[in-house]
């Protein structure tokens, strides 16, 4: 890779020689870094390498006008940095809809051919689906000028200093690449390879600190840490997989632009190729399925794409998603293990879940030792005994589940397990409502539920209490300072000094936000409560409703049943919530701690969309905080559930049982692209 010109300060007063030293050393040094870290081909000895970066860093001491965000010397690692700003992508950063079946694949492509209106095999570039974290690397007249991760398409997290520290990532481009194309947005995966990764967990292990769970997680929390310092300890490597832009000169395929990165240096993936037609991407498929536990990198199944970018321009996306790829998706993997014990855990909402305790098993690249059961039926059908051999899987290849048992292996004289009569934290009575499938602790002092409680409490829809997290709610409850959540506005700087890791700073940081949270507004008020079925709409619908504390407590459940949006479960929780005792004690101390439950103003009711109810289902651009904005800005409502009464379902991807309902209901779909025409 040409490393082109070193752009000098106009101010330096060095010498020729010198700029001459600089630059081969800048030169010598990146090709020394790609043969060690890419290669694994070293050619001069550490103490060799050493030295030429000691001299470096010698001359740039001595004339700091001579640095530059290329050199050698930034990969080290910048100041810690106090918090992460937001990067605003120029072009999304789309996600990708997945298939999991041939058949599944082979209608993906029907709907390339039709949009493209051939009959003609399609040209398709397939690379394996790397399993990391997705990041931008923007490079402005040839120098890497910003990283961001991915964020939610449209934001990001500048996280430049973390990625300059990345062995791989070229800082520079060549001087005819930076010339024809002056800004250059690469876009690629931060992983970190498994040997590298058992490296790692061996050394972490070796020091007294704690391993790291996976690959994954290992390379999205090194990219993440505040101090690029310890990012740039961590063995990341960053493949690239594309650029943001389809309209630049001379590349008009995406085989084209890989071929660019490589000759710049990029690391792109080995495995990629371009192949003709769906039966030969079925092949490659399956060999890649077979390769994948040989791979020393993550993966999770693979990325098909229509090669020219003239395609794909024409077949345009469809709200976060294009349409000329998709991500083949492998099946989840399957593991067998035996199952130690079955615990219960109990909820913020009082629900006893049973949680398997597993013998250590890598499942999907993941060590698993627990696996939700997830309620009494699902503990019945697998029969589960202690000393049973499962099959477990990641859902999703995120949740471990137990798929089966293999009663084969059963060993002799166990017993079935059975829900307990108590609860596991507080041993009061449990009880299974009708209707339900969980059965739910209903003492409202129960400690295990006040710790979720506290912690739901002060989360940022509701009171955003920044600072009380689930270690310090439980320690405010052991040290016995919260019995409810009205116990934090009476809590002291004096009570907060002696828990642990509280300091001054921290204690004057969190009475301050608890002093911010007596003004919270209404509707989060009632959806910090906690009350069950009850989310940010259905809070929202009742306090713009009823305008008041005071009216909502003493409503019945019919008056709220009669609101568009709110069921006869919702509101009989709701009456059951508030005619409470303990709740009507809890308000009236938290007034007594001037907390203040302002009143709540009527949703708009002009507007484009006015009259108009909507519900929101699958995934979006951006969060769907963002779309339910919108909508009552316009005058519109959103509901939490799909009725008759409903005008439009504001549909994304992975959309499951709204979407089915509102086409059995004939309720009109929008997808994103119509909503916002819808709005003008």
Same mark, same amino acid.
């Given at each position: 890779m040409s490393t082109g010109p070193i752009f000098i300060s106009p101010m330096a007063t060095t010498d020729k020689r010198l700029i001459a030293e600089i630059e081969k050393l800048r030169t010598e040094i990146e090709r020394h870094n790609r043969l060690y870290y890419l290669e694994d081909s070293p050619q001069i000895t550490d103490t060799e390498y050493d030295r030429l970066f000691d001299r470096l860093l010698e001359i740039e001491r001595e004339h700091p006008e001579l640095i530059t965000p290329d050199s050698p010397s930034q990969r080290v690692g910048a100041p810690p940095s106090k918090k992460f700003e937001p990067a605003v992508h120029r072009l999304p950063m789309l996600s990708l809809q997945k298939v999991t079946t041939p058949e599944e694949f082979a209608e993906f492509d029907r709907r390339v051919k039709q949009g493209l209106e051939t009959d003609e095999d399609i040209v398709y570039e397939v690379e394996p689906k790397l399993d990391g974290l997705a990041v931008e690397l923007v490079y402005e007249n040839g120098i890497f000028a910003q990283g961001s991760t991915r964020g939610d398409g449209a934001t990001g997290e500048t996280i430049t200093p973390n990625l300059r520290t990345i062995h791989n990532i070229p800082l520079k481009l060549s001087e005819t690449t930076a010339h024809k194309y002056p800004l250059l947005e690469v876009r690629g995966e931060v992983i970190m390879r498994r040997s590298a990764f058992e490296r790692l967990n061996r050394h972490l292990e070796d020091t007294g600190q704690p391993p790291l769970a996976n690959p994954r997680n290992g390379a999205a929390g090194s990219l993440r840490q505040l101090d690029s310092a310890v990012t740039a300890s961590r063995p990341l490597l960053f493949y690239a997989y594309g650029i943001s832009d389809t309209n630049l000169a001379d590349l008009d395929r995406q085989s084209v632009v890989m071929d660019m990165l490589r000759r710049e240096g990029f690391t792109v993936n080995e495995r990629i190729q371009n192949v003709t037609g769906a039966s030969a991407v079925e092949s490659l498929f399956a060999k890649l399925t077979a390769d994948r536990p040989g791979l020393d990198y993550e993966i999770d199944g693979m990325v098909i794409k229509v090669d020219s970018f003239e395609q794909q321009n024409l077949l345009g996306r469809i709200s976060r998603a294009p349409r000329w790829a998709i991500a083949w998706k492998f099946k989840a993997e399957l593991a067998e293990t035996v199952l130690d014990d079955v615990e219960f855990s109990v909820g913020r909402t009082g629900v006893v879940t049973p949680v398997a305790v597993l013998k250590p098993v890598r499942v999907s690249g993941v060590t698993v030792t627990h696996a939700s059961l997830h309620n009494e039926d699902e503990?019945?059908? @697998?029969? @589960? !005994?202690?000393?049973?051999?499962? *099959?477990?899987?990641?859902?999703?290849?995120? *949740?471990?589940?137990?798929?089966?048992?293999?009663?084969? &292996?059963?060993?002799?004289?166990?017993?079935?397990? $059975?829900?307990?009569?108590?609860?596991?934290?507080?041993?009061? %009575? *449990?009880?299974?409502?009708?209707?339900?499938?969980?059965?739910?602790? #209903?003492?409202?002092?129960?400690?295990?539920? @006040?710790?979720?409680? /506290? +912690? $739901? #409490?002060?989360? &940022?829809?509701? #009171?955003? *209490? %920044?600072?009380?997290?689930?270690? @310090?709610? !439980?320690? /405010?409850?052991?040290? &016995?300072?919260?019995?409810?959540?009205?116990? =934090? +506005? +009476? =809590?002291?700087?004096?009570?907060?000094?002696?828990l642990d890791l509280m300091a001054e700073k921290k204690a004057t940081n969190l009475l301050a936000a608890i002093d911010r949270a007596r003004s919270t507004p209404l509707p989060r008020a009632v959806y910090a409560f906690g009350i069950i079925g009850v989310g940010e709409t259905a809070a929202t619908l009742l306090a713009e409703h009823f305008g008041s504390l005071d009216k909502l407590i003493n409503a019945d459940a019919k008056e709220m049943e009669a609101i568009d949006g709110i069921g006869p479960i919702i509101a009989q929780n709701v009456s059951s919530f508030f005619t409470n005792t303990g709740t009507i004690q809890m308000i009236n101390r938290m007034q007594q701690g001037y907390v203040r439950f302002p009143n709540a103003e009527k949703t708009k009711t002009s507007g484009q969309l006015a009259g108009k109810t909507f519900v929101i289902t699958g995934t979006l651009s951006k969060p769907r905080g963002h779309f339910k904005n919108l909508i009552v800005e316009a005058g519109g409502k959103v509901a939490g559930s799909v009725s008759s009464k409903t005008d439009f379902l504001l549909c994304g991807e992975d959309a499951g049982s709204k979407l089915d309902k509102a086409r059995k209901l004939g309720i009109e779909i929008l997808d994103e692209d119509t909503f916002m025409k819808l709005l003008g």
């Open positions: 503990l019945q059908r @697998l029969d @589960l !005994r202690r000393g049973d051999t499962v *099959i477990v899987r990641r859902a999703g290849d995120v *949740i471990p589940e137990v798929v089966s048992v293999v009663t084969e &292996k059963r060993p002799p004289d166990t017993e079935p397990i $059975h829900y307990p009569q108590a609860c596991p934290s507080c041993s009061g %009575e *449990i009880h299974r409502p009708v209707g339900e499938a969980a059965y739910r602790c #209903f003492n409202a002092a129960c400690p295990a539920q @006040l710790e979720g409680h /506290l +912690f $739901h #409490f002060a989360s &940022k829809a509701g #009171f955003d *209490i %920044e600072g009380l997290g689930g270690k @310090l709610a !439980r320690q /405010l409850i052991d040290a &016995k300072l919260v019995n409810d959540p009205s116990d =934090l +506005f +009476f =809590l002291k700087l004096e009570q907060l000094l002696p």
